[in-house]
T-cell receptor, first 116, second 117 residues
Framework: AQTVTQSQPEMSVQEAETVTLSCTYDTSENNYYLFWYKQPPSRQMILVIRQEAYKQQNATENRFSVNFQKAAKSFSLKISDSQLGDTAMYFCAFMKLSGTASKLTFGTGTRLQVTL | GAVVSQHPSWVICKSGTSVKIECRSLDFQATTMFWYRQFPKQSLMLMATSNEGSKATYEQGVEKDKFLINHASLTLSTLTVTSAHPEDSSFYIC?????????????FGPGTRLTVL
């Protein structure tokens, strides 16, 4: 079974600064996806960024980028130019590709607070 | 992105009663739907996976007779909490996916807060 570990329960960053959230995972699979989801106070889960394991290039979405280290099984999220609206729970997630049986495994989450 | 709705957004019921939560995919056909449970300040725990027209697959430790899941159409799945008790109080989130390719994005509903008195 796959496990996803987020070792930072809470993080704080000042507006406009950069913050990095950590995630490690354990799997014996070679073909999988990794994700970062954001859950703001509204509780709506929002996909922030996705990384295919077979791609060496790190994914980037505007202010959000990842550092994917496959050998180390590490998948950190960097948020640049932090905004107050980035305040949320952030969940790292793993998914092995198994067709219709594919399902997400979530980490325990990191609560990010962006301050003025 | 695609939209997934849930109804109701919150519900309060008495202990011993049953509660039904609906999950709908509004603009796509949800081949696969997922039900999660989330306790305060915790992660999402997958309860079950359902495919349209077939029985749901429950995760280990989830009582299938207590949490009845029906996925009767490609746009609707329901979760019924039978004989609810206070320990069933939680936030329930559904998610839906249209399985067209090797990878297909999962879209999440806004969640339903269940409080059992």
């Amino acid at each position: 079974a796959q496990t996803v570990t987020q070792s930072q329960p809470e993080m704080s960053v000042q507006e406009a600064e950069t913050v990095t959230l950590s995630c490690t995972y354990d799997t014996s699979e070679n073909n999988y996806y990794l994700f970062w989801y954001k859950q703001p106070p509204s509780r709506q889960m929002i996909l922030v960024i996705r990384q295919e394991a077979y791609k060496q290039q790190n994914a980037t979405e505007n202010r959000f980028s990842v550092n994917f280290q496959k050998a180390a099984k590490s998948f950190s999220l960097k948020i640049s130019d932090s905004q107050l609206g980035d305040t949320a729970m952030y969940f790292c997630a793993f998914m092995k590709l198994s067709g219709t049986a594919s399902k997400l495994t979530f980490g325990t989450g990191t609560r990010l607070q962006v301050t003025l | 992105g695609a939209v997934v709705s849930q109804h109701p957004s919150w519900v309060i019921c008495k202990s011993g009663t049953s509660v039904k939560i609906e999950c709908r995919s509004l603009d796509f056909q949800a081949t696969t739907m997922f039900w999660y449970r989330q306790f305060p300040k915790q992660s999402l725990m997958l309860m079950a996976t359902s495919n349209e027209g077939s029985k749901a697959t429950y995760e280990q430790g989830v009582e299938k007779d207590k949490f009845l899941i029906n996925h009767a159409s490609l746009t609707l799945s329901t979760l019924t909490v039978t004989s609810a008790h206070p320990e069933d109080s939680s936030f329930y989130i559904c998610s839906a996916r249209e399985d067209l390719n090797a990878y297909n994005e999962q879209f999440f509903g806004p969640g339903t807060r269940l409080t059992v008195l």
